[in-house]
């Protein structure tokens, strides 16, 4: 069975560092884009940040200079790195990996949501 595990989230105060973490697991062969997304209360699950395998990135506005996305083809891993904080940053942040599998199927996963709260 094929699925991402997120961890790294909590509560951090204004202008403090997180670093998510998003592992792939099961049955792939090969790991295409993987991005974070993230879903505040009331509002649309809205893209993050992504990366291409050949390591190409691109951001939201929201976040260009203080998040950084990172990642790891022999772990299967992606990282989120996140800098000075803001409360506007409080959502639950979700990988997203675009994975072909067992059968040469290609399609898109979901990790399960980590909560990332900034607060004082």
């Known amino acids: 069975q094929v699925q991402l595990v997120e961890s790294g989230g909590g509560l951090v105060q204004p202008g403090g560092s997180l670093r998510l973490s998003c592992a792939a697991s099961?049955?792939?062969?090969?790991?295409?884009?993987m991005g974070w997304y993230r879903q505040a209360p009331g509002k649309q699950r809205e893209l993050v940040t992504a990366?291409?395998?050949?390591?190409?990135?691109n951001y939201a506005d929201s976040v260009k200079g203080r998040f950084t996305i990172s990642r790891d083809n022999a772990k299967r891993t992606v990282y989120l790195q996140m800098n000075s904080l803001k409360p506007e940053d409080t959502a639950v942040y979700y990988c997203?990996?675009?994975?072909?599998?067992?059968?040469?199927?290609?399609?898109?996963?979901w990790g399960q949501g980590t909560q990332v709260t900034v607060s004082s």
């Open positions: 997203n990996a675009d994975l072909t599998v067992t059968g040469y199927v290609r399609r898109i996963y």
């Open positions: 990366t291409t395998r050949g390591g190409s990135t």
């Open positions: 099961g049955n792939i062969f090969s790991i295409n884009n």
